[in-house]
């Protein structure tokens, strides 16, 4: 075989090999693939596992619901204001009407819009909830993630209730313009009313978290947790590349590069969440 | 013939009809005719013509002249407005940023803190302010101004004209985002009253970090968005072109805000734009903001923090299912 030919048969067979299906889709939901080292792990694992790779710890994104049932106590979540929905109050179009794309991330996602709140325990404390959820429009805020998380801490502020969010954040949602940026307003407005209060306020950030929700509830932690590996920031890595030019260090805005910039105070493993919490929570109990 | 202010594109027939009648004008002085009544007529016309045109302005003619390079910035607002301002530099944390600027001064009478972001008025001066774009060490220092503000009751103004806090490496890792978010819960704590004007260019979380405050106006022709038309463009429509489409979708005027009562009210600008006049569009501002002033320092220190809490708390659209 020539070495010409030997190359026309591997690429034949490269082409054949790239053409074909793995299996059907039952068989391939019982493996996935780590988006970060490559290996496939049996999908049972990886949920045993937190959605966590098993060979390289790279944290898989996981929904509200998820999260809720790995952080929270068993059976203490109460779901509060899921009833609260969005309209479409500029009757904004782009490529696809505000309002479809409001159906299908519900269809997709089962929610009503990108956050879940409510009231359950932590390591046994009793404690406000809001759970981002980023398969929801990009975990974007419009008015109804602002009023949630808003009446989430109003509910805290009633009960006298530590507060703890968890975000996942594109920013803020663009079809509601001013009054997605209002939201950043609003709920920092709320957060300032814990701190008056006292009231321990703790926000949990998740790969990603970025715009609008950096820049107001997210970050207003007396407590800021971030979760390992997650990229958290106020720009988008794209938008600092256009402006400035250059490239741009390959752990920008992870979690681990905001700490040694004294961002945030915590790292953490998403195995290690609900312990470091439930201590904190318990540590600023006695008043 | 040369002009002080280059025409934006769609002015260009407005100028047209001036250049005409300033013809008419030399033809009448020149050769004795009397061409007093074309004049007048014509003028009358373009003037119609010019009225019309600006009180029907698309929002991506807004913005043409909420960007104009000859607009007023912040610190000749400080000039039109007082003839007192001193500036106050810098956080106290080894950063004196150019892009927000604040200070005391008295306008009408009335001692204020006076804060705002600052852009040139050409490369060299724009490379001093970085174009407007706050770094997080700026918002720090406006908190700062305005803690000082509290401790000595003085009422606050801020003017808003950025393109947005800006994008870059150190921004970040001294944290952008926090920046803006502790200004926008420590606005709400205060009780002095805090007036905002959005001069020029309202962007984002950049122009929000600076407006958390029991009033809220709009010069005529700004404009106030969640994300400038460009970059909504650029993500929704995937086409930086459609910028003008962006721009009538998000609802950028002020007329659009006050009526999801976001922006208190409109400040009447010199036809054609700021640009054209600036002491009458500071004297508007002025006696805008300052009878604003009046009705709010009329109130307790508690009424207006529980008043500005209620604003921004009623915000926003949601149904209940």
């Known amino acids: 075989m020539s070495i010409k030919d030997w190359f026309e048969d591997r690429r034949s067979k490269a082409a054949t090999i790239a053409h074909q299906t793995i299996g059907d889709d039952d068989l391939s939901k019982l493996w996935s693939k780590c988006f970060n080292c490559n290996s496939s792990i049996p999908t049972k694992d990886l949920e045993k596992n937190l959605m966590v790779c098993t060979s390289c710890s790279y944290h898989f994104r996981i929904n509200a619901r998820t999260r809720i049932n790995q952080f929270v106590d068993d059976g203490t979540f109460e779901e509060m204001f899921s009833n609260v929905t969005s309209g479409d109050p500029l009757n904004f ?26 009231v359950g325990n932590i390591e046994g404390e009793k404690t406000a909830l809001a759970v981002m959820d980023f398969e929801y429009m990009g975990g974007s805020m ?91 920031g106020f720009a988008g890595r794209r938008v600092i590349e256009q402006t400035i030019r250059q490239k741009l260090p390959a752990d920008f805005q992870t979690a681990e590069y905001l700490m040694k910039y004294g961002q945030v105070d915590i790292v953490s493993a998403r195995k290690d969440l609900k312990s470091t919490v439930g201590k904190i929570l318990k540590m600023h109990k006695a008043r | ?143 700062r101004l305005m803690y000082h503000a509290e401790r000595f009751n003085l009422p606050i103004v801020t003017l808003v004209d950025t393109p947005g806090a800006y994008p870059g490496i150190r921004a970040e890792e001294t944290g952008q985002g926090i920046a ?15 007036v905002t004007v959005i001069t020029g260019e309202g962007c984002s979380g950049g122009a929000l970090g600076l407006a958390v405050s029991n009033k809220v106006y709009m010069l005529e022709h700004s404009y106030y968005t969640v994300i400038s038309p460009e970059g909504c463009a650029s993500i929704l429509y995937r086409s930086s072109d459609r910028a003008a489409d962006a721009a009538d979708a998000l609802k950028i005027t002020a007329k659009d805000l006050m009526g999801f009562n976001i922006v208190d009210g409109e400040i009447k600008e010199p036809l054609g734009g700021a640009h054209y006049n600036h002491e009458l569009t500071a004297k508007n501002l002025s006696d805008t903001v300052i009878a604003s002033l009046n009705e709010l320092q009329k109130k307790s220190g508690e009424t207006l923090k529980k008043e500005r809490y209620e604003k921004f708390r009623q915000m926003g659209v949601v149904q209940e299912l």
């Open chain 1, 142 to 232: 419009g008015s109804v993630v602002g009023e949630k998380i808003t009446r989430i801490i109003e509910v805290a502020l009633e009960k006298k209730l530590p507060v703890i969010v968890i975000t996942a954040s594109g920013g803020a949602r663009m079809q509601e313009s001013a009054l997605s940026l209002m939201q950043m307003a609003k709920t920092s407005c709320a957060v300032s009313r814990l701190n008056d209060e006292k009231l321990l306020y703790m926000t949990i950030l998740t790969e990603p978290t970025f715009g609008g929700v950096t820049a107001s509830f997210g970050t207003l932690g007396d407590i800021i947790i971030a979760e390992q590996g997650a990229r958290i």
């Open chain 2, 180 to 194: 803006i978010a502790v200004n926008l819960a420590e606005m709400a704590k205060l009780t002095v009253p805090i």
């Open chain 2, 1 to 143: 013939m040369e002009r002080v202010i280059a025409p934006l594109e769609f002015e260009e027939q407005l100028y047209k009809i001036e250049d005409k009648i300033t013809e008419l004008k030399t033809l009448s002085t020149e050769s004795g005719m009397d061409l007093k009544e074309q004049i007048e007529t014509l003028s009358k016309q373009a003037l119609e013509f010019k009225q019309e045109l600006y009180a029907n302005l698309k929002p991506s003619q807004k913005l043409q002249i909420a960007r104009h390079p000859m607009r007023p910035n912040f610190l000749e607002y400080t000039q039109l407005l007082s003839d007192d301002f001193i500036e106050l530099h810098g956080d106290r944390a080894g950063f004196d940023d150019r892009a927000i600027i604040g200070g005391i001064c008295t306008i009408q009478g009335k001692p204020v803190m006076l804060i705002g972001t600052q852009k040139g008025k050409n490369t060299k001066e724009n490379l001093i302010y970085n174009f407007g774009m706050p770094q997080p060490e700026g918002y720090r220092k406006a908190l």
């Open chain 1, 93 to 118: 179009v782009d490529t696809a009407p505000y309002l479809e794309r409001q159906v299908s991330a519900k269809e997709k996602t089962g929610l009503n819009d990108a956050v879940i709140t409510g």
